[in-house]
C-alpha cells in the first residue's frame, strides 16, 4: 500500500470503508449522487468499488484530454466475469477490452449502422414505425411509454431480423425484460464491480437463438425479407462475417439491447421536457406547421430535416438534458499515465460522470431548463458534439446515427401531432429521472391530439 502510494497519485478519493471502499455509497441510478460528488470535489474524484478503483470526470475538459486525446490507451473495459465471459460467452462487444474481436465486432457493426447505405436502409423503417408510434398515441395514450418501446425496438428488430415488433409481442417482452436487468448490471458503477447477477447465466443466448430460429424457418419457406441476420448467417457477404455461432447472436443481442431501450428512453424524456417546459414544444410546433400546415396537411418525414434545424437541436437537447446513462459507461486505463501532476495505474477506470456534465452551468447556462436553442450553432449537424450522451472516444456509440435519426422522427411527428400536459396534482420530478421502467408510467402527462385534423391525419396513415 506505501510503495502503491508513492508511486501513483490518484483525484481526491471519497472516504470510504475498509475493504469495500465506496461500493455501498453509489446509488444506482447515480445521476443526482454524481452530480453533488462533482460539485463537492471538482474535476475529477475516485471511487474504491471493491478491489477496483474508478475515476469519475466532471468537466468536458478532462474527459476530452483523457478519454478522447488519449483514447489510444483509455478505451478498454474492466473484465467482467460474469456479465461478459459467463452470460455472454466471452462475445458481448461493448464489454470487449480493446482487443482485436473488439475491433473486428465494431467494424461489422458500424458497417450496419454508419455504412454508406446505412440510413437507406433504416429511414424506410423509421418512417413506418413512426406511422404506428402516433397511431398507438392516438388511441392509448396513457401506454406512450410501451409505445415509445414497440417504436425503437421495431426499428432494429426489421433491420436485424426482418420482422416488425408489436405491442405486447411475447419475444420481445422477454428481450426486454432482460436487457432492463443487464442495463442495471452494466450501468451500475457497483453492480457492475461485483458483477453479482449469478442467476442471468446464460438467458440472452436461448432468447436470441429463438429469433434466428424463426427467421431460418421463414427463409426456408421463402417468406423471409432481407435483413442483416441472414446476411451474416449465411455468411456470404463478407469474409468477416466468419463468426462463431455465439458471436453471431452475441451481435444480435447487442444491436437490440443498445439500440432499443436508448432510443426509448429518450423519447420518454423529450414527452416529459414538453410537458414540464412548453414553451419550447411551442416553438418546435411553429417551425413544424410552417412546414406540414397548422391544419395538419402531412406528418413531418426525413426529408423535411435541412429545413427543420430547431428539431435537430431538440434531440441534442433531449440528450444532453438527463443523460439516462446517468454516470456513464467506465473505460478501462490499458498502461500507466500522467495527467497534470496525478500518477494514474494500467487497469484503474474512468467515466465520464454524465450528470455532472450535463448540469455544469459553465458549459449549459439554466442548466436544469430543457432549451433546444443553446444548440442552435455551428456544430448542429455533428450529432456527437456538444454533449456526452454518446459517449466518447473509440467506445462512442456505435449506433449514434440511428439512435439520433429515432429521436429525430418521433419528436417532430409527436410534437406536430400532440399537446403534452403536466397533471398539476403530480408533478413531473426532471431532476430524478428513474423513467426506464416497461411496467408502469414513468410520470404523470395528459397527451391529447392538437385537433381533430390531426386525429384524423394519423388515421388516415
Ligand atoms: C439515443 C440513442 C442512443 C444513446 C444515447 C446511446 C448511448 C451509448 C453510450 C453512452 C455508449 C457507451 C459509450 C462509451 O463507452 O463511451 C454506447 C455504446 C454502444 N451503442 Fe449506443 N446509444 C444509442 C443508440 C444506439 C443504437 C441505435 C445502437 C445500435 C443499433 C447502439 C449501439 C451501441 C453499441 C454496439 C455500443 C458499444 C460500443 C463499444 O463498446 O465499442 N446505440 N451507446
Known amino acids: 500500500r506505501l510503495q502503491f502510494n508513492s508511486k501513483y497519485r490518484l483525484p481526491p478519493e471519497i472516504p470510504g470503508w475498509p475493504i469495500i471502499g465506496n461500493t455501498l455509497d453509489v ?35 478532462v474527459v476530452s484530454d483523457l478519454l478522447e486525446k488519449r483514447a489510444a490507451i483509455y478505451s478498454s473495459r474492466p473484465y467482467r466475469p460474469m456479465a461478459q465471459d459467463i452470460a455472454s460467452g466471452g462475445a458481448r462487444m461493448l464489454l470487449m477490452g480493446h482487443s482485436d474481436r473488439w475491433r473486428s465486432q465494431r467494424k461489422i457493426m458500424h458497417s450496419i449502422l454508419n455504412g454508406q447505405q446505412a440510413e437507406s436502409k433504416f429511414i424506410p423503417f423509421e418512417e413506418l414505425e413512426v406511422r404506428q408510434l402516433v397511431w398507438d398515441y392516438l388511441h392509448t395514450p396513457d401506454q406512450f411509454y410501451t409505445a415509445n418501446q414497440r417504436f425503437s425496438n421495431s426499428v432494429i428488430m426489421s433491420v436485424i431480423f426482418g420482422r416488425r415488433a408489436q405491442l405486447g409481442d411475447e419475444q420481445l417482452t422477454k428481450m426486454l425484460n432482460i436487457m432492463m436487468e443487464f442495463g442495471q448490471l452494466l450501468f451500475s458503477p457497483t453492480k457492475n464491480i461485483c458483477d453479482l447477477f449469478t442467476w442471468l447465466t446464460y438467458l440472452p443466448k436461448p432468447i436470441y437463438q429463438h429469433e434466428v430460429d424463426a427467421l431460418s424457418d421463414r427463409v426456408s419457406k421463402g417468406t423471409a425479407k432481407p435483413c442483416f441476420a441472414t446476411a451474416l448467417i449465411e455468411g456470404t457477404s463478407k469474409k468477416e462475417f466468419n463468426l462463431t455461432e455465439t458471436e453471431k447472436l452475441m451481435i444480435f443481442s447487442t444491436l437490440l439491447e443498445a439500440g432499443s431501450d436508448t432510443s426509448r428512453t429518450a423519447i420518454t424524456q423529450m414527452v416529459a421536457a414538453a410537458a414540464a417546459f412548453p414553451e419550447w414544444a411551442a416553438t418546435a410546433r411553429a417551425h413544424l406547421d410552417e412546414l406540414c400546415g397548422h391544419n395538419a396537411e402531412r406528418l413531418p418525414s426525413f426529408e423535411d430535416r435541412e429545413k427543420l434545424p430547431y428539431i435537430a437541436a431538440v434531440v ?97 411527428c409527436l410534437l406536430y401531432c400532440f399537446d403534452f400536459e403536466e397533471d398539476t396534482e403530480n408533478p413531473i420530478d426532471t431532476l430524478n429521472t428513474i423513467w426506464d421502467s416497461v411496467e408502469k408510467p414513468p410520470f404523470a402527462v395528459k397527451i391529447k391530439p392538437r385537433s381533430q385534423a390531426h386525429a384524423e391525419l394519423i388515421k388516415q396513415k
Open 27 to 61: 446509488p444506482f441510478p447515480g445521476g443526482v449522487w454524481g452530480h453533488e460528488m462533482a460539485k463537492k470535489y471538482g474535476e475529477m474524484f475516485t471511487c474504491r468499488l471493491g478491489g477496483k478503483t474508478m475515476v469519475f470526470l466532471n468537466s468536458a475538459r
Open 316 to 412: 441534442k437537447e433531449t440528450l444532453r438534458w438527463r443523460p439516462f446513462i446517468q454516470t456513464g459507461v467506465p473505460h478501462q486505463l490499458t498502461q500507466d499515465d500522467v495527467y497534470e501532476g496525478y500518477r494514474f495505474p494500467a487497469g484503474t477506470m474512468f467515466t465520464w460522470n454524465a450528470y455532472a456534465l450535463s448540469l455544469n452551468e459553465g458549459d449549459y447556462p439554466d442548466a436544469v431548463r430543457f432549451n433546444p436553442e443553446r444548440f442552435l450553432n455551428d456544430d448542429l449537424k455533428s450529432p456527437l458534439k456538444g454533449h456526452w450522451s454518446f459517449g466518447t472516444g473509440r467506445r462512442v456509440c456505435v449506433g449514434y446515427n440511428v439512435g439520433f435519426n429515432n429521436v429525430w422522427i418521433a419528436a417532430a
